[in-house]
């Protein structure tokens, strides 16, 4: 068996980079989310002025869904226009996208 290096196994500082600028700016939007309409608001009453910083409880499904739908839009978009240029370029050329 060959030998590993321990650094094989270590991210990059480019996926490093992605990871805390994703957390950087999906964390809060989970917070607010997960604590703001499912953990403090039910347990409050309606005329508590902490309500008036959340959205309604509804948004605690909508958001999460429509952000889903077009994130997984996007990806299929991304993939449907690569496999497109790779067909073209197949083929023979034409014009590139």
Same mark, same amino acid.
């Given at each position: 068996m060959g030998s590993l290096?321990?650094?094989?196994?270590?991210?990059?500082c480019s996926t490093i980079?992605?990871?805390s $600028?994703?957390?950087?700016?999906?964390?809060p939007i989970f917070l607010e989310i997960s $604590?703001?309409?499912t953990d403090v608001q039910p347990f409050l009453e309606a005329s508590n002025s902490l309500h008036?910083?959340?959205?309604?409880r509804e948004w605690a499904v909508? $958001?999460?869904a429509f952000l889903l739908l077009s994130g997984v839009g996007a990806i299929g978009l991304?993939?449907?226009?690569?496999?497109?240029?790779?067909?073209?370029?197949?083929r023979g050329g034409g014009k590139k996208v």
């Open positions: 290096s321990s650094t094989s196994f270590l991210p990059s980079h992605a990871l $600028l994703r957390s950087a700016i999906f964390g $604590l703001g309409l008036s910083y959340f959205p309604p909508r $958001l999460p991304f993939f449907g226009k690569v496999m497109m240029n790779e067909a073209r370029k197949k």
